[in-house]
């Protein structure tokens, strides 16, 4: 009932915010003001708009680092990174994959029957991929495999959304700095702590994001986590002393 009832609001409303929008970034703030909305689902859903032609704007306009393509990015740049450059580095690798793969001896014959290069949207989501497969690989423990559900389509059959040849599309509009709301773009509410670790000396706890799956779940260290959410540590270590105390009555 809720995600009907939110389809109805999203009908009603969504229509004449996208009319009304300068940017892609008012869109996705717009879609950020539903409290069950996060980064990740707003991104997505802004994405999948994209497809259609409700909206059209330029591939290269904006992109949402989320949780995972921000680890990504940590794994290929070694120094630490500020949020405040990560589309700024994205921005870049954009621009210049050619040169990179070309560098790497990677032959890419870009996307679709058209050969697009990579946008900002790929550009993330690979990063995301790369998290992914390394965490995979560093597996003491293999997962699930992979199995396919059927074969690819042809390259032939496969077509790019119509909307995507729109002229408006070419007009590239970015939100200057000092119109964008920086905050908004980095925000990240705990939904809950399932768990804690100590990897060298360091507690850490396993943290699930609002708005974000299960596999965007992270470790975070608790000196960070203390500062952006102590009353969520605090009910975790609660619950954790009061499992102790339960376990050495029983043990009695």
Same mark, same amino acid.
């Given at each position: 009932m809720n995600h009907l009832a939110f389809l109805e609001v999203l009908m009603r409303e969504l229509p004449a915010q996208l009319r009304d929008a300068k940017y892609l970034a008012d869109v996705f703030e717009y879609l950020l003001t539903y409290k069950s909305m996060g980064d990740f689902t707003a991104y997505q859903l802004l994405l999948n708009l994209s497809y259609s032609d409700v909206i059209h704007f330029s591939e290269h306009d904006f992109?949402?680092?989320?949780?995972? %393509?921000?680890?990504?990015?940590?794994?290929? =740049?070694?120094?630490? =990174?500020?949020? %405040?450059?990560?589309?700024?580095i994205v921005r870049w690798m954009q621009i210049t994959q050619h040169e990179h793969f070309e560098r790497l001896g990677i032959k890419f014959n870009g996307l679709g029957p058209n050969r697009l290069p990579m946008m900002l949207c790929d550009i993330e989501h690979t990063l995301c991929e790369l998290d992914k #497969? =390394?965490?995979?690989? *560093?597996k003491k423990s293999p997962g699930r495999t992979f199995v396919p559900s059927g074969k690819l389509g042809k390259l032939g059959k496969i077509r790019l959304p119509k909307a995507w040849s729109n002229k408006s599309r070419l007009v590239l509009r970015i939100k200057s700095q000092t119109e964008a709301e920086a905050e908004v773009l980095e925000k990240f509410t705990v939904e809950s702590i399932q768990g804690h670790r100590v990897v060298d000396g360091v507690r850490e706890f396993h943290v699930f994001w609002e708005g974000y799956s299960e596999d965007e779940a992270t470790w975070e260290p608790e000196d960070s986590l203390m500062e952006d959410a102590p009353g969520v540590?605090?009910? #975790?270590?609660? *619950?954790?002393?009061?499992?102790?105390? %339960?376990?050495?009555? %029983?043990e009695r």
């Open positions: 992109v949402v680092i989320g949780l995972g %393509s921000r680890r990504g990015l940590q794994r290929c =740049i070694r120094d630490a =990174i500020p949020r %405040s450059v990560e589309v700024d #497969y =390394i965490r995979q690989c *560093t540590v605090h009910a #975790y270590l609660k *619950t954790i002393q009061g499992r102790v105390s %339960s376990l050495r009555l %029983s």
